[in-house]
């Protein structure tokens, strides 16, 4: 069974040429009924219009503006005026005909009894075509034709839809079909001024062969339509009838179909299975480390700023080549490493003041000049006492003492943005305090090389 899956109304003002179609090639021929043989002369030569026929007992028509008879002309014909939605062509078919008979109730007893009473009412008029190529099982379809009501038509309907069906229809009666559509217009199509978009997508079973188009039900609506002298029909003009492949839903308009998108709401690129590539790494952006930087598949799309084979985000150090047990810094010298542990107990103080000692300007001085060498270089000075004494008095000479050391350097050139201080107290002894010699290891300046951003 095939399901419809949606069905929508438009109305838009619409001039004589034809409208641009998303999706695959029209599998309706002759749509706009261009195509005929012979030309048309009246009514009821709809088998004018090359592949169209009825699909009962009723007789639909072909109106034209290339004839001579003007009873089926364009844009003035009996049932009023119109031009084409495209073309220079359209049919016409009667959805229904609201028939009536004398009410001889009246005409024998009553005031009360009205002059006239429904009688068939089931009169109804179909087109159909054969469809052009074999519809895919499962795959979605749209149909789309546009409808007008006739300026002398006096009733309007709901449900002016269009059906598949799978074998050419044949009936000899001229009433509504049983068969049910798979797209048509809940709305009651009153339009009379303009032209009227009727759509919707269908699920094909593989089996369809034919198009039908004109009113179905079930639980048709009418409307009074009465303009002057009352004909009782609701005559519909029609035009520009498509069926085409519908593409593959793609929300995020990217071409890549949902049902293959990794981001479906997300506009991005096929190769990257539909994500987006805000730098053009080649890395989807939510594998991306470095959405907005480029960088290779194997730094996860961050750059390597310096060359040291360490990505930029990872890399300590991103503008200077480094190791990766620095975490992307520069390794430290041995030099360097050996100076910075003699300074542990070679920088010394005068007893309980932050003076430094003058026999501690010799390590300080190569301090400097391993800052000056070393321009990447930041660091920080950290200072520690032994646990004699007041805790809150030695937590204050620890930080005096680190500051002490701070200013010498930047006194002998070294940028004060690249140093820091801190002192510790007694917090972080390394050595044993109950002995004369872990509390002298533990009476200290530390010196510990940075990399800051």
């Known amino acids: 069974m095939k399901v419809a899956l949606r069905f929508a109304l438009a109305s838009v003002l619409v001039p004589s040429l034809a409208i641009a179609q998303e ?12 195509s005929r043989s012979p030309e048309v002369k009246t009514w009821d ?108 038509s006096d009733r309007a309907v709901n449900g002016i839809g269009a059906y598949c069906s799978p074998t050419q229809l044949a009936y000899n009666h001229r009433h509504h079909l049983a068969e049910l559509a798979d797209v048509k217009s809940d709305a009651v199509l009153d339009n009379k001024k303009d032209w009227v978009e009727v759509k919707g997508t269908f699920v094909a ?18 409307k009074s339509v009465i303009e002057g002298a009352d ?59 470095c959405p907005e930087l480029a960088g290779p598949v194997n730094n996860q799309g961050c750059p390597d700023s310096d060359g040291d084979g360490i990505a930029d985000n990872v890399d300590k150090c991103p503008k200077v080549a480094g190791v990766p047990e620095m975490k992307g810094c520069p390794a430290i010298k041995e030099e360097t490493k050996k100076l910075f542990e003699k ?71 070294v940028g004060a943005a690249r140093l820091r201080s801190e002192g510790h107290g007694e917090t972080m002894p390394v050595a044993d305090n109950k002995t004369s010699a872990g509390r002298a290891k533990n009476r200290r300046v530390e010196f510990k090389v940075m990399f800051w951003e």
């Open 45 to 152: 030569q709809l088998d004018q219009a090359s592949g169209w026929s009825n699909a009962n007992g009723g007789s639909a028509d072909v109106f034209s503006k290339m004839g001579t008879a003007k009873n089926v002309g364009i844009p003035d014909n009996d049932l009023g005026s119109s031009a084409a939605q495209e073309g220079e062509s359209y049919a016409g078919f009667v959805a229904w005909k609201d028939d009536m008979r004398p009410n001889f109730k009246r005409l024998m007893n009553g005031r009360d009894e009205k002059p006239f009473k429904a009688a068939w009412n089931q009169y109804s008029e179909y087109i159909q075509t054969a469809i052009s190529a074999p519809l895919t099982p499962g795959q979605k379809y749209d149909i789309s034709f546009w409808v007008k009501l006739a300026d002398k």
């Open 231 to 289: 004909n009782q029909r609701a005559y519909y003009y029609i035009d520009g009838i498509t069926l085409r492949l519908r593409p593959e839903d793609d929300r995020d308009k990217d071409g890549v179909p949902d049902k293959e998108d990794n981001c479906p709401d997300e506009a991005g690129v096929k190769a990257l299975g539909g994500c987006p590539d805000r730098d053009s790494d080649g890395v989807a952006d939510k594998m991306d480390a």
């Open 343 to 413: 300074a542990l107990t070679g920088i010394q103080f005068e007893t309980g003041s932050a003076v430094i000692k003058k026999t501690s300007f010799p390590i300080l001085d190569q301090v400097v000049t391993v800052m000056n060498e070393n321009p990447e270089y930041n660091l920080e000075i950290h200072g520690h006492t032994d646990s004699q004494g007041d805790d809150a008095k030695n937590l204050k000479l620890s930080d005096d003492r680190a500051a002490s050391v701070k200013k010498y350097l930047t006194d002998k050139g």
């Open 23 to 34: 999706g695959g090639p029209n599998l309706v021929n002759n749509g706009g009924f261009e």
């Open 205 to 222: 079973d593989g089996d369809e062969k034919f198009l039908v188009i004109g009113a179905f039900g079930p639980n048709m609506e009418k």
